[in-house]
Nanobody, 126 residues
Framework: QVQLEESGGGLVQAGGSLRLSCAAS????????MGWFRQALGTEREFVAS?????????YADSVKGRFTISRRDNAKNSVYLQMNSLKPEDTAVYYC??????????????????WGQGTQVTVSS
């Protein structure tokens, strides 16, 4: 079993930056494809970004492309960052980290992910 824990959320003004971290613990012997999803109040969970097992492939939602960057932590298997720049009020949501034991590449589909964190709140004020 793998546990994922997000950190780094908070309140930031529009145009600012935050970096979210996702730390994996438990059975982290294998490398997983990882992703970030978000859910704003009253909406469905949506895809934000994903990264392949090896880190050589990434995939972004159109809404965050050019502003957000997903990367793997060099010294911690199945742990990832989400660097968020030029934040907008519409980026306000709970952000979830997800891991997939079966994927090799980067996927936007939540059904592909086996493990989920509890989420971290990001609030962007205008």
């Amino acid at each position: 079993q793998v546990q994922l824990e997000e950190s780094g959320g908070g309140l930031v003004q529009a145009g600012g930056s935050l970096r979210l971290s996702c730390a994996a613990s438990g059975r982290t012997g294998s490398s997983y494809a990882m992703g970030w999803f978000r859910q704003a109040l009253g909406t469905e969970r949506e895809f934000v970004a994903s990264i392949s097992r090896t880190g050589d492939s990434t995939y972004y939602a159109d809404s965050v492309k050019g502003r957000f960057t997903i990367s793997r932590r060099d010294n911690a298997k199945n742990s990832v960052y989400l660097q968020m720049n030029s934040l907008k009020p519409e980026d306000t949501a709970v952000y979830y980290c997800a891991g997939s034991a079966g994927l090799v590449g980067a996927s936007s589909r939540s059904i592909h992910y086996n493990y989920w964190g509890q989420g971290t709140q990001v609030t962007v004020s205008s």
